[in-house]
């Protein structure tokens, strides 16, 4: 009976040291430089969209969905700067000459992210046209980035509860243990 308590005591223990401690490298070589990935803490997700007639097209809307009309947008590559248009009267702005690839549509405050495709290869999830929110800084329904020190907090109290629950479990035991004893 003891061993089945300890064997669940250690498979907590490492289960506890396994979300607390950083994994190390399995496939690591001794003397082989060791690469990084870096990720940009304020990195979105892309929406997928097919190009319509050759053009990356969108809607520029508030916050309940009014189009905003005559609202500069800007198309970005990278740094780079690839098109400044104006919406039409329903909200609408559309970039020619593109070409498929990532790209940052800005208008005012609300940016978004957005993979552009062409109507060939475009994914069955693709949408038609890009959407901002303005106001909404164009996370609107993503996840967005997550802090790690959230990630951290939230494993110390996964792994405390773990080992609170084992230490209640050996403390019963030990009384259990004492009430059979005679004195």
Same mark, same amino acid.
């Given at each position: 009976?003891?061993?089945?308590?300890?064997?669940?005591?250690?498979?907590?223990?490492?289960?506890? !040291?396994?979300?607390?401690?950083?994994?190390?490298?399995?496939?690591?070589?001794?003397?082989?430089?060791?690469?990084? !990935? !870096? !990720?940009?803490?304020?990195?979105?997700?892309?929406?997928?969209?097919?190009?319509?007639?050759?053009?990356?097209?969108?809607?520029?809307?508030?916050?309940?969905?009014?189009?905003?009309? %005559?609202?500069?947008?800007?198309?970005?590559?990278?740094?780079?700067?690839?098109?400044?248009?104006?919406?039409?009267?329903?909200?609408?702005?559309?970039?020619?000459?593109?070409?498929?690839?990532?790209?940052?549509?800005?208008?005012?405050?609300?940016?978004?992210?957005?993979?552009?495709? %062409?109507?060939? /290869?475009?994914?069955?999830?693709?949408?038609?046209?890009?959407?901002?929110?303005?106001?909404? %800084?164009?996370?609107?329904?993503?996840?967005?980035?997550?802090?790690?020190?959230?990630?951290?907090?939230?494993?110390?109290?996964?792994?405390?509860?773990?080992?609170?629950?084992?230490?209640?479990?050996?403390?019963?035991?030990?009384?259990?243990?004492?009430?059979?004893? /005679?004195?």
């Amino acid at each position: 009976m003891k061993s089945l308590g300890l064997i669940r005591a250690a498979a907590a223990s490492l289960a506890a !040291v396994g979300v607390l401690c950083p994994q190390l490298p399995a496939m690591a070589q001794s003397g082989a430089p060791q690469t990084r !990935v !870096v !990720v940009k803490a304020d990195a979105k997700l892309a929406a997928d969209i097919v190009m319509q007639e050759g053009a990356f097209a969108g809607r520029v809307v508030d916050h309940q969905g009014a189009p905003q009309q %005559n609202r500069e947008v800007l198309v970005k590559q990278g740094d780079k700067q690839v098109a400044k248009v104006k919406t039409d009267d329903k909200g609408v702005f559309n970039v020619k000459n593109l070409r498929p690839g990532t790209y940052t549509a800005t208008a005012e405050n609300t940016v978004g992210n957005f993979r552009v495709w %062409n109507e060939k /290869t475009a994914p069955p999830s693709a949408k038609g046209q890009a959407l901002l929110v303005l106001g909404q %800084n164009g996370a609107r329904g993503q996840f967005g980035s997550v802090d790690p020190t959230l990630i951290l907090l939230t494993a110390g109290v996964i792994a405390s509860v773990i080992i609170a629950a084992i230490t209640l479990d050996k403390v019963n035991s030990l009384d259990d243990d004492d009430d059979g004893a /005679t004195p």
